[in-house]
């Protein structure tokens, strides 16, 4: 096997669509392109359109999605002495026609697959090769044209195409219809026999592993008659099959004793055994083609038994039931061909940081690249991978159905060999929204996907990868008998709360599984400023409003401040307090739900990251700042939680325990005055089990207030704290902020490139936060909102950008807390 990438010397040329004048000239001349890449990314490099995730960029470079682009190169060599040549792309976005020296040899209409061209005979040195993309808003509306109209939750085709749903726009996106060779491409050269799919199939059983190698092998017309073995390696120990002379297809089964069993983070190591598959020659002995890829020996169940509650939906690895502290993910950029393996990394390992254990690849998006898997693995973060469908009916009509199935069969494939995969999911939203939105009648009978999803993907998933659960759907309450979002059946989406209204009805249900909730805020201030060059930014200036894609989503931030808040005087304390607001709604789901395992068994929080600057439900922005959401999820998520609930009407302490150890200690609850003065204390004693929750009933005097606007209640454990307000934060009688400030350089370096700041507060002071990047864009702050008893000092650490003329001064403007932004209405001082 002989490979040759085919990575440089490319151009981009326009060859059809109506675009601006200024852009006619690249029809005749062409421009520089990355491979891979996509067209938008070359014209931004090439200076020829202004940067869409600026100002309102995105509306000037809508033509670009509509226009037809042809990328050129030449072969600057090609495999010698080889009976076969094959053109191989990894991924095409979307409609594209290949020529070699004008000559077609392949077309294309799915983002999602890969393509191997046979050009043996046709590929030299020197061949004219062309790629040809249509513009996907062609393909998709000929389609709907044909097809007729389908429900969909969005104005744009993208039910009738296979491209990734939200280049179409989002209600967190923006709109980019991208086209290009997003994914690498190559010339293939070979003889005899190659291995066309291997499947390993891993499986555990009496502390014994096992990987079955199923194999599909490739012939040329010369090796028809040849006679092949086929040798798997894993681990120093060996297993062959003989593939019999004019024979596609072998199984190899090597048996792996008491391997070290791969867990989810939290639930012990990650132990990776390298697979290797080698074809050869049954009678030379010669090496025609090896398949590499690492594999972790687990079990995976998911329990979806009836009980008293319900119907479960719990994930079972190694037979160890696990609580998932989920996020969802949608592609990391608009533009998916940057994303980098550095860049997956990054964003993972930000995830694992905050306690995340399981991360749910979100249907309107794509099936990522290996070396996102390669990192979950590595981490231990459980992956769920939604099937590429949402929030729309999908015709099941051919071409569309063929290539579905192509799609599904071959990433099932694909991905299989990764252990951190454990949930094949068929789709987000779509059964709920077929009972739920006015779809069934709208319909009338037409096809909508329900096929797909009941029928298609679980026959395939059976058939090439029976080692995993599938689910239909998410929601999906497992019979049409229930409604599709039945919280006490399977997986649940909860957005009432948000949409109209507000996060304390979280707490009036325990779903068995909460898969997608979540609550706005802006992106970090930093973030804010670099998206709106030269705009003062407000709620309402045209940038702001430009980067908020929800439906009345500002309408939404604002009722939902005023259900805790008075109304912000301004925009930075708008900012701060959307900020506050997000953190709590989602703190208030999951502690309640967390206090419910194992009824409800998991939380993944909509979302963990976005693709441009904008307000969304993301707990890191776009530019990679995290938001004091993302801070709250590293206490949330931290295997030991401790908060204030409530159980039949009476408040109780919930000492939740998700660690593999017994957890022993005492509590400190206290009744008290914002001044510091202690009404009622009393330390509560508590034994928990590993993987547990008990709930501690408080003592009389400490749960009840006496008077809400002056009191609160704080609970203490290793650490580890929790406080109620007697009342809303609008009513609540705030001390002005008294907080004492002493920054010095951190140690070590030369360089001021890191501050410690120690903040010691002489009142309480409530979600007091230094905003790092209010210093330097470059800076972060390793805390997030603390609130601090009056005496009490917690040290921030701030790291990277330029620190050294960092003075008081500065750090005070980049400090916010509750009181400040309520005080300020009053004509107070902030602090």
């Known amino acids: 096997m002989q490979k040759m990438t085919l990575g440089s010397g490319w151009t981009l040329r326009l060859v059809g669509g109506d675009v601006p004048a200024s852009a006619e000239a690249l029809r005749d001349a062409p421009v520089p392109a990355r491979v891979p890449g996509c067209t938008h990314a070359d014209l931004l490099a090439d200076g020829l359109i202004p940067d869409p995730y600026l100002d309102r960029n995105e509306l000037e470079v809508a033509w670009v999605g509509r226009a037809d682009w042809r990328y050129d190169t030449a072969l600057p060599a090609v495999p010698d002495g080889c009976e076969r040549v094959d053109l191989v792309f990894d991924g095409l976005d979307t409609v594209a026609t290949v020529t070699l020296d004008g000559e077609p040899v392949g077309t294309t209409r799915n983002m999602h697959r890969s393509y191997r061209f046979d050009v043996t005979g046709k590929a030299r040195a020197g061949a004219a090769l062309s790629v040809l993309f249509t513009s996907a808003y062609t393909e998709a509306e000929a389609h709907k044209s044909r097809l007729g109209a389908r429900p969909n939750a969005y104005p744009e085709p993208f039910n009738y195409i296979r491209k990734m749903a939200c280049s179409f726009g989002w209600d967190w996106g923006p709109t980019l219809v991208t086209a290009g060779i997003w994914r690498p491409v190559r010339l293939e050269g070979w003889s005899g026999a190659r291995l066309a799919r291997v499947r390993p199939l891993v499986t555990v059983a009496g502390g014994r592993g096992r990987v079955a190698a199923v194999l599909d092998v490739e012939r040329t017309a010369a090796g028809r008659d040849r006679a092949l073995r086929a040798t798997v390696e894993i681990d120093g120990r060996t297993a062959t099959a003989d593939i019999p002379a004019g024979a596609s297809s072998a199984t190899a089964v090597l048996d792996v004793p008491d391997p070290a069993l791969w867990w989810p983070r939290g ?31 687990r079990t995976v169940e998911l329990d979806q038994s009836a009980d008293a509650h319900g119907t479960a939906f719990t994930l079972r690895i190694n037979d160890v039931p696990v609580f998932a502290r ?25 995830a694992a940081a905050a306690g995340v254990n399981l991360v749910r690849v979100w249907g309107g998006g794509i099936y990522e690249d290996h070396a996102f898997y390669d990192a979950c693995d590595e981490l231990g973060l459980l992956v769920w991978q939604d099937f590429p469908f949402a929030c729309a009916a999908y015709p099941e009509e051919q071409p569309l159905r063929g290539e579905v199935e192509a799609e599904s069969r071959e990433n099932v494939v694909r991905l299989m060999p990764h252990a951190s995969l454990v949930l094949w999911n068929g789709n987000n939203e779509n059964l709920w929204g077929f009972r739920d939105w006015g779809w069934e009648d709208d319909l009338a009978g037409d096809s909508w996907g329900e096929g797909y999803y009941l029928g298609l993907l679980p026959r395939i998933v059976a058939e090439l990868d029976p080692s995993r659960p599938y689910s239909p759907g998410s929601p999906w309450s497992g019979s049409w008998d229930r409604h599709p979002n039945d919280p006490a059946h399977g997986p649940s989406h909860f957005w009432e709360v948000w949409n109209r209204r507000d996060y304390t009805d979280y707490l009036a249900d325990v779903p068995r599984f909460a898969a997608e909730f979540g609550w706005q805020a802006p992106p970090a201030y930093a973030t804010v400023r670099a998206a709106l060059p030269g705009e003062e930014p407000a709620p309402d200036s045209p940038g702001m409003l430009h980067h908020q894609k929800a439906e009345d989503g500002n309408g939404k931030l604002e009722r939902g401040l005023a259900h805790h808040f008075r109304a912000p005087a301004g925009f930075d304390d708008w900012h701060y307090l959307t900020q506050v607001n997000q953190a709590r709604a989602i703190a208030t789901g999951v502690a309640h739900w967390r206090s419910h395992w194992p009824v409800c068994a998991g939380t993944i929080v909509w979302q963990l990251n976005d693709c441009w600057p904008v307000t969304s439900w993301a707990a890191i922005d776009g530019a990679a700042r995290p938001k004091p959401l993302y801070h709250e999820l590293r206490r949330l998520y931290a295997d030991r939680l401790l908060t204030f609930q409530t159980r039949s009407g009476a408040r109780v302490l919930a000492v939740d325990n998700q660690s593999d150890e017994r957890w022993e200690g005492v509590a400190d609850v206290r009744r008290m005055l914002a001044d510091g003065t202690v009404l009622a204390e009393e330390v509560v004693p508590f034994t928990v089990a590993p993987r547990a929750v008990e709930l501690l009933p408080l003592p009389d005097g400490i749960g009840e207030f006496a008077d809400r606007r002056t009191e609160l209640l704080v609970a203490d454990a290793d650490g580890l704290r929790d406080v109620v307000l007697g009342c809303e934060d609008a009513e609540f009688a705030y001390p002005v902020a008294d907080v004492e400030l002493e920054a010095r350089p951190a140690p070590g370096g030369l360089e001021v490139t890191a501050l410690e700041v120690t903040l010691t507060a002489r009142t309480f002071v409530r979600d007091l936060l230094l905003q790092a990047d209010r210093l330097d864009p470059s800076a972060e702050a390793d805390v997030g909102l603390m609130t601090l008893l009056p005496g009490e000092s917690r040290t921030v650490t701030v790291r990277g950008g330029d620190l050294a003329d960092v003075g008081p001064l500065a750090l005070r403007a980049a400090l916010f807390s509750v009181n400040a932004a309520q005080a300020m209405l009053e004509g107070a001082p902030r602090s």
């Open 267 to 297: 639930y012990g190591d990650q132990p990776l055994y390298g697979c290797r598959v080698v074809l050869s020659d049954a009678g030379s002995g010669a090496e025609l083609d090896v398949w590499e890829r690492r594999i972790g020996f």
């Open 326 to 350: 989920g996020v969802n993910w949608i592609p990391d950029d608009a533009l998916p061909s940057r994303v980098t393996p550095d860049r997956y990394r990054h964003r993972l390992a930000q």
